[in-house]
């Protein structure tokens, strides 16, 4: 600082834009420059605002959550000993597993799993379980006599012979 013998110990930024540039004052001059300080100063209010926003992630890159998807993950590099992630793909994996075994069920059951939805393999019980639920919920008498609960009905009555007689006669196929 002009006129002063002090000892110049302490620094401060020249500016914002040379963060790394420093003036060097004496404890009573960093103080009376760092108390005028001021960031922002010339700055808009959007420039600010996406100032204060981009310093909340160090400004480092941000993406929404999610959005890379699960494939972004190297699980070369990412640690997991409580094998929280290990569990989840094995979840996923089951999953897959459950939607193939459904897709390989017989062509000509699939149309009436689906009216009933029920999935593959399925058995006997499993079946007139389901359509009791459904043929209570969809009679025409619970529907105030509606045509098109009528006409649903005639499709689960349909779904559930075509089951029923295949479970019957090949119970060992499900
Ligand atoms: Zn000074």
Redesign the pocket.
């Given at each position: 600082?002009a006129g002063?013998?002090?000892a110049?110990e302490y620094r401060a930024p020249k500016s914002r834009r040379t963060l790394n540039d420093y003036w060097w004052?004496?404890?009573?001059?960093?103080r009376a420059y760092n108390s005028t300080w001021d960031f922002y100063k010339g700055m808009s209010p959007a420039e600010v605002e996406a100032q204060m926003r981009h310093d909340t992630s160090w400004q480092r890159p941000t993406w929404p959550l999610g959005s890379l998807g699960a494939a972004a993950l190297d699980e070369d590099v990412v640690r997991d000993p409580l094998r929280i992630l290990a569990e989840a793909r094995i979840g996923q994996a089951r999953k897959r597993h459950a939607d193939r075994a459904s897709y390989q069920a017989p062509p000509d059951l699939r149309e009436s799993l689906e009216t009933l939805g029920l999935p593959w393999p399925t058995t006997l019980d499993a079946v007139k379980t389901r359509y009791k639920e459904l043929a209570k919920r969809h009679h025409p008498d619970a529907n105030g006599g509606s045509r098109d609960a009528e006409e649903r009905l005639k499709t689960i009555n349909l779904a559930y012979a075509t089951l029923r007689t295949r479970l019957v006669t090949e119970p060992r196929m499900a």
């Amino acid at each position: 600082m002009a006129g002063c013998e002090c000892a110049g110990e302490y620094r401060a930024p020249k500016s914002r834009r040379t963060l790394n540039d420093y003036w060097w004052f004496c404890l009573e001059h960093v103080r009376a420059y760092n108390s005028t300080w001021d960031f922002y100063k010339g700055m808009s209010p959007a420039e600010v605002e996406a100032q204060m926003r981009h310093d909340t992630s160090w400004q480092r890159p941000t993406w929404p959550l999610g959005s890379l998807g699960a494939a972004a993950l190297d699980e070369d590099v990412v640690r997991d000993p409580l094998r929280i992630l290990a569990e989840a793909r094995i979840g996923q994996a089951r999953k897959r597993h459950a939607d193939r075994a459904s897709y390989q069920a017989p062509p000509d059951l699939r149309e009436s799993l689906e009216t009933l939805g029920l999935p593959w393999p399925t058995t006997l019980d499993a079946v007139k379980t389901r359509y009791k639920e459904l043929a209570k919920r969809h009679h025409p008498d619970a529907n105030g006599g509606s045509r098109d609960a009528e006409e649903r009905l005639k499709t689960i009555n349909l779904a559930y012979a075509t089951l029923r007689t295949r479970l019957v006669t090949e119970p060992r196929m499900a």
